[in-house]
């Protein structure tokens, strides 16, 4: 099967790193092409040897409302009537393909792309298969129900994240990871202040915080939250805790394996790879109760959850987290981890192509 992937994206975050995976697993199967703009991404995708079509589209609005900007790009022509199935894993992909939606299939990450009401409509017009990441998204999403499965998103396991050498949470040092792109919805701010109140004197414990993480060079919005975020860090007076910037970073698991709790401190989220990660790497989470992220931490033994953007509640997730921290169950973690496969994913994708097209 010819597989053909769209993407205006070119930065790396969890929806691209998904893109990464699954293309991936793909190619040793199926012909496969990706279509995005240069930049990080297509980088990872040649260094993958993963085919790509390099395309930056001149018009960068796709939508104004629910009215989409129906282009037909003669670049990207011989490219959809080369591929059996054509998958838009962004919305503003979508428009490019109205001419050969017969054979369009699209992803819906999150409440931004706005899938309901008129757009809705529209999505369901142009796609013969519409895919949210989660059952929260799947809730907005308002498309027809026959053509509407959620598929989470996955990644690959490899061995190594089984054969960890176990770390017993128990000591007076903690590190504390928090991965993801800096922006408002993601929270780091919210992290900032719950840790500025955090008692680590009763406690008994040392913070090591990691920020791993960069922004989208294209947002000024994103670039003055992160110094925001870093004045705050400046700000925090207590010795016992040490906090570090890294900047992105295409090898995460650096930090993955010597972290003891993994911090999502979203103001909202519609899936989070990054969860999913850590708990692959046997490490607990502690992630808001919104979105699809709540989805996937179904048990104290492997997180906790609180109220998204109230830093109290952040605040004491954090000390019950580091309170009990050795009753964690790093085996399930793992376990919980392995219903998220690239190979379940991907499985799904492909029984749902297959019926496209015939």
Known sequence: ??????????????????????????KSSHLVKVICPPGDLQNELI?????VVNYAPALTKAWLSFIPLLQNPKVLR?????????????????????????KTIISIHGAWEKPFGLRGEIINFLAQK??????????????????????????PFSKE?????????????????CLG?????????????????????KLGVSLKVDFVGGVNSTHQEDADFLEKVKAGAKALSNNQITIEFHGFRSDPETFLRTADLVIVPSRYESFSLVTIEALSFGIPCIVPQIGGVQEIINSEDIGLKFRAG?????????????????????????????E???????????????????
Not at 1 to 26: D, P, Q, S, W
Not at 47 to 51: P, S
Not at 162 to 176: A, F, H, I, P, Y
Not at 183 to 196: F, M, S, Y
């Open 1 to 26: 099967m010819k597989l053909l992937f769209m993407t205006e994206y070119h930065c790396i975050g969890g929806g691209e790193r998904n893109l990464l995976a699954l293309v991936g697993y793909l």
């Open 47 to 51: 260094k993958h040897q993963i085919e």
């Open 78 to 102: 011989p490219h959809f009537e080369w591929a059996d199935i054509i998958h838009c894993y962004s919305i503003n992909s979508l428009p490019k393909t109205f001419q050969f939606r017969h």
């Open 130 to 155: 519409i895919f949210p990441v989660s059952k929260d998204v799947e809730k907005i999403t308002t498309t027809d129900s026959n053509k509407t499965q959620v598929i989470y998103l996955g990644l």
């Open 161 to 177: 994240h089984k054969t960890l050498k176990d770390q017993s949470l128990t000591g007076e040092d903690v590190n504390l990871l």
């Open 181 to 201: 792109r800096f922006q408002h919805i993601k929270g780091q701010d919210l992290l900032i202040e719950a840790l500025t109140h955090l008692n680590t004197d």
């Open 310 to 338: 109230d830093t109290s509640s952040l605040q004491e997730a954090l000390e019950k987290g580091l309170s009990k921290r050795a009753q964690f169950n790093r085996q399930l973690c793992q376990k919980r981890s392995g």
């Open 340 to 358: 998220f496969s690239i190979e379940k994913q991907a499985d799904l994708y492909l029984k749902n192509y297959k019926e496209t097209k015939a």
